[in-house]
């Protein structure tokens, strides 16, 4: 599978996008101007968006988690226009549009103590960080 090479401080971007009968996922490097589309049809509800950072996989499982300190989601962090948004029924906007349905997720270890803990949103309704929590 092609891959989209990256470096620490690149501006990464992801897509999904459905057409009526096909999903077609873009993963860029907005930096170095380098690209990947895969298109696909799956059955899915289309009911929700996830934006997450987590640990790398790879065939034989999931690697050890790594620290990758602090991401910088959304608009205000990378000046790319409709950064973080989703479409779902008759709402199309940034994270904050879709209001008591937005859930935050934090990546707890083992011991149930937290690894990786997502910021509020900033006032633009789309940019928040991540930030990995060390031991």
Known sequence: MPTVPESPGD???AE???NGSQ???TIANETAGKSFSKKSKVAAKRSSAEFVV???SSDTGILPRSDFGKTSLGQDFTAVNDTNYATNGSVTGPISDFGGSVKEIIMVNGEGKDKAVPSALKTDGSSFRQAWKSE
């Open 11 to 13: 501006k990464i971007s």
């Open 54 to 56: 987590e640990a790398p």
């Open 23 to 25: 999903f077609t996922l």
């Open 16 to 18: 999904a996008r459905y």
